[in-house]
């Protein structure tokens, strides 16, 4: 496992619930601070409450906000950096699938036609913008500091293309190529940008009792938990445009070997350079 991460300072994106509570939570006992920030009150206040028990204190700061709009991510930002004085780490793990956002009249069965415009359009809003929006308003503030981490939670790459899941798979396709050309611009600057999955079904309201009754057989929230301490620490120094599968991530191994073991090129880049480009032209 990877070493405190004390005075270390992380915006945590759908903090409320699943993923992003457990993130919420490892980083605090890892002795980071955080803001944690989710559309739903409720639930945010649940991640607050089990914070507190845990001994977090005045080292969680709640932010209800609507990350899809233009004006939260500087607010979130601003707030972050007034309160704890940095910005070191923003998880974008905010996320909505057709199971949360479906048209009461209408049964979820999948089909790509028989998504609505609206739902389409809040789907890729959440998954990808936000995402956007978020890093946008968190890396010149890591970069001055010469040191961030971005780390984005996206989905396993058949989920991507597999009928049935759209348009949930691909927005997290967008959000991992989107991130893939973020690391490749930070290069050199000290901040790093790499993506974290869980590996398959997770247990979250992702899915719905109906897809799979025994939730026993589900991934547990906190698998993503050493992973992203070890992504956020500086044992990650120089590590960026990966992809980590958290089921894969060995924590009887050292670190590195773990993360050589979990990790993999994001998005797609096995697949080589294929367009064809004039001579000259890079």
């Known amino acids: 496992m990877p070493g405190s991460l004390d005075g270390k300072v992380a915006i945590v994106t759908g903090a409320g619930r699943g993923l992003g509570r457990a993130m919420t939570l490892g980083l605090l006992q890892a002795g980071a601070r955080v803001a944690a920030t989710e559309l739903d009150a409720e639930a945010l206040d649940e991640t607050g409450h089990a914070a507190e028990a845990s001994g977090a204190h005045d080292r969680i700061l709640d932010i209800v906000a609507d990350v899809t709009r233009d004006d939260s991510a500087p607010k979130i930002v601003r707030a972050t950096t007034e309160r704890f004085g940095r910005l070191d780490i923003l998880v974008n793990n905010a996320g909505i699938n057709m199971s949360l956002y479906r048209r009461s009249d209408v049964k979820l069965t999948g089909k790509f036609w028989e998504v609505a415009p609206e739902e389409f359009r809040r789907i890729v809003e959440v998954n990808v913008v936000a995402a956007f929006l978020m890093s946008r308003a968190a890396v010149p503030t890591m970069l001055k500091q010469r040191w961030g981490r971005i780390v984005n939670v996206t989905t396993s790459l058949d989920t991507m293309y597999r009928g049935g899941m759209q348009p949930y798979g691909g927005s997290k396709a967008a959000n991992e190529a989107h991130l893939l050309a973020l690391a490749q611009e930070l ?45 956020c620490s500086n044992d990650s120094d120089g590590i960026t445009g990966q992809r980590f599968i958290a089921m894969r991530w060995d924590q009887k191994l050292p670190s590195a070997e773990a993360a050589k073991k979990a990790g993999a090129p994001a998005a797609w880049q096995q697949l080589g350079r294929q367009a064809i480009k004039p001579d000259g032209m890079r």
């Not at 901040?191 to 547990?220: C, F, H, W, Y």
Request: aromatic share 2%; net charge negative.
């Open 187 to 231: 290069e050199g600057t000290g901040v790093t940008a790499n993506v974290l999955v869980p590996g398959g079904a997770a247990d979250t309201r992702m899915v719905s009792p109906g897809q799979e009754p025994d939730r026993g057989k589900l991934i547990a929230p906190g698998v993503m938990v050493p992973p992203l301490l070890w992504l």
